[in-house]
């Protein structure tokens, strides 16, 4: 008989060129890991030095795999913003 799974912990942690970048990305997405529209996955953001923690706590897969892709297009797109901002 087959398992189903109960619940995910993911663990990313994302090396930034340096203090500064990471410090930045956290204050974009921080308002971002507090919303949480059906409680089926949360999401919480950690800075230390140059290193951004992103912790994934999900009920099911699905879950899981929409709120990663979610935090990596914001992570992207901020790096994307925070790099232009700095080249203006």
């Not at 930034?16 to 409680?39: A, F, Q």
């Not at 919480?44 to 923690?53: D, I, R, T």
Request: aromatic share 6%; net charge negative.
């Amino acid at each position: 008989m087959g398992s189903t799974i109960k619940r995910l912990e993911i663990d990313l942690e994302f090396e930034m060129e340096n203090e500064k970048m990471s410090n930045l990305l956290y204050e974009t997405l921080i308002l971002e890991s507090g919303y949480n529209p059906n409680d089926r996955a949360k999401a919480s953001l950690e800075v230390h030095n140059n290193f951004l923690k992103l912790k994934i706590d999900a009920i099911d897969s699905i879950s899981a795999r929409a709120a990663i892709n979610s935090f990596l297009k914001w992570i992207n797109l901020s790096i994307q913003l925070i790099n232009q901002i700095e080249a203006e």
